[in-house]
């Protein structure tokens, strides 16, 4: 519980962050969700496949070992 509690108020002052550096700069882009879909959806064409790829296998081997298995 406490550490959900913190994980939360770094979440919160990490957007108080970077709401504070865009004013700051006076940037006007569009801001990356930093989520897997706004990091795949932000990249180009041709490096896209390349990223879902890598994340597929990095994601086997997590499940790898969180089971303790080599099935996937």
Known sequence: MAAQREETQTAAEWQSTVAEA????GFTGNVVQRTIDGIGTALRLDHRADFYTKLG???VA?????V????A
């Open 57 to 59: 296998g990095t994601t």
């Open 62 to 66: 997590i499940k790898v070992l969180m």
């Open 68 to 71: 303790g298995s080599t099935a």
């Open 22 to 25: 865009l004013q700051a700069t």
